[in-house]
Nanobody, 121 residues
Framework: VQLVESGGGLVQTGGSLTLSCVAS????????MGWFRQTPGKNREFVAA???????SYEESVKGRFTISRDNAKNTVELQMNELKPEDTGVYYC????????????????WGQGTQVTVSS
């Protein structure tokens, strides 16, 4: 599976951004799609994931502010981010795994190149 993210940028605190990830591969509809973020010196942090069978899962700090959604017809997954905070700043990565909603990055098989999100205070 190949993944390409887009939609990152600079936004003020309280603003919104929508990230998009386009996936290629015939098994997209059954795979779990997830979003992670990373800041310098830190490991990749789970943000959200969605699976056709298991539903969706969110990291605690983004619950109620971020929404993950997928469009199987377009092979895309989006991350709608509202009420952004400076601590949301980082490189956001799209990733896939065959099943489950686990937050561990090593369990995801394919990764995109990342898109930068910067939230100014």
């Amino acid at each position: 599976v190949q993944l390409v993210e887009s939609g990152g940028g600079l936004v003020q605190t309280g603003g919104s951004l929508t990230l998009s990830c386009v996936a290629s591969g015939p098994t997209f509809t059954t795979y779990t799609m997830g979003w992670f973020r990373q800041t310098p010196g830190k490991n990749r942090e789970f943000v959200a994931a969605t699976n056709w069978f298991f539903g969706s899962s969110y990291e605690e700090s983004v619950k109620g502010r971020f929404t993950i959604s997928r469009d199987n017809a377009k092979n895309t997954v989006e991350l709608q981010m509202n009420e952004l905070k400076p601590e949301d700043t980082g490189v956001y990565y799209c990733a896939t795994r065959k099943s489950g909603l686990g937050p561990a990055a090593p369990e995801y098989d394919s990764w995109g190149q990342g898109t930068q999100v910067t939230v100014s205070s």
